[in-house]
């Protein structure tokens, strides 16, 4: 059973361009959140999808945006790109939550985004 | 803001030592407090969960305490190997957002042999 998968693996893109993240959840699982991780920090929540659906989002701006297909993989679009969004973006895949099921996310490898 | 403070920042420990990693949370709407260990190169893998309902839960050599007045939990790794060098996350997550977790600052753990 193959757990998330994301690709790219690395990334290198320059201030002002547009990146496209792509990761295919865990086989099962319906939702898929997105995350970044600085150097040294713990991952911040950028947003969560759900049937195409972005259901809830973290303190990003509007150059963080998504989507969802209609088999639950996503993409996590960047644009104008600034030194600050260097990074590993991390995929979480999970059941969507409801009372009194276990919900776990499972994480996949992430991509490294280095922004010059 | 920072939601789930974490301490220390790097720790030490000799082979067959405890690990102490603390944790402290300021939302009281939090119901789900998870613990994630990374490797280099890898993504965060959940290692043991506990809800505010128990004092504490053991899994293994991996023990979560758990005090609700305090808004304070702890990971204890009892009898340290070198393989648990690793970064670990405390957690926390609001059950009914199904889902967003807040993660703390993370601690690196050596273990030495």
């Known amino acids: 059973d193959a757990g998330v998968t994301q690709s790219p693996t690395h990334l290198i893109k320059t201030r002002g361009q547009q990146v496209t993240l792509r990761c295919s959840p865990k086989?099962?699982?319906?939702?898929v959140s997105w995350y970044q991780q600085a150097l040294g920090q713990g991952p911040q929540f950028i947003f969560q999808?759900?049937?195409?659906?972005?259901?809830q989002r973290g303190n990003f701006p509007d150059r963080f945006s998504g989507h969802q297909f209609p088999n639950y993989s996503s993409e996590l679009n960047v644009n104008a790109l600034l030194l600050g969004d260097s990074a590993l973006y991390l995929c979480?895949?999970?059941?969507?939550?409801?009372?009194?099921?276990?919900?776990?996310?499972?994480f996949g490898p992430g991509t490294r985004l280095t922004v010059l | 803001q920072q939601q789930v403070k974490q301490s220390p920042q790097s720790l030490i420990v000799q082979k067959g030592g405890i690990s102490i990693i603390n944790c402290a949370y300021e939302n009281t709407a939090f119901d789900y407090f998870p613990w994630y260990q990374q490797f280099p190169g890898k993504g965060p893998a959940l290692l043991i969960a506990?809800?505010?309902?128990?004092s504490e839960k053991k899994e293994g050599r991996f023990t979560i305490s758990f005090n609700k007045s305090a808004k304070q939990f702890s990971l204890h790794i009892m009898d340290s190997q070198p393989g648990d060098s690793a970064t670990y996350f405390c957690a926390a997550s609001e059950y009914s957002s199904a889902s967003k977790i807040i993660f703390g600052s993370g601690t690196r753990l050596s273990i030495r042999p």
């Open positions: 999808y759900y049937e195409e659906e972005e259901r």
């Open positions: 979480a895949s999970s059941h969507l939550w409801r009372e009194g099921r276990k919900d776990t996310q499972y």
């Open positions: 086989s099962g699982h319906d939702t």
């Open positions: 506990i809800r505010p309902d128990v």
